[in-house]
């Protein structure tokens, strides 16, 4: 599935701003971490995945904001179907509170 603003706005609660773009490029950091996106079913859940292919200081400040403003959680690993061995993958899903 695409990670479309739409999309993001539907799974993950993260808002569309001006112009029909998603907030989130507010969080890219200098190292641009939210690239190669895509949107995955897994079980039940959906998560939001992101292979950069390198991960800065400032990214993981950048995903820790993300995360706590849209309460979502994360994994970081080094698994990436995109470019394996030249790409992490960050993967996010909703945080659901019991």
């Not at 939210?34 to 200081?57: A, C, G, N, R």
């Not at 179907?81 to 960050?90: A, W």
Request: glycine share 8%.
């Amino acid at each position: 599935m695409q990670a479309t603003p739409e999309n993001l706005k539907r799974y993950f609660g993260i808002p569309i701003s001006e112009g029909l773009y998603s907030s989130i490029q507010g969080y890219q950091g200098g190292g641009h971490w939210l690239d190669h996106l895509s949107i995955e079913k897994w079980d039940d859940k959906t998560v939001l995945i992101s292979e950069p292919y390198h991960f800065l200081d400032d990214d993981y400040i950048q995903l820790r904001r993300l995360c706590d403003d849209f309460n979502l959680d994360y994994k970081i690993d080094g698994q990436s179907t995109h470019n394996p061995g030249r790409c992490l993958r960050v993967t996010l899903w909703r945080r659901y509170n019991d």
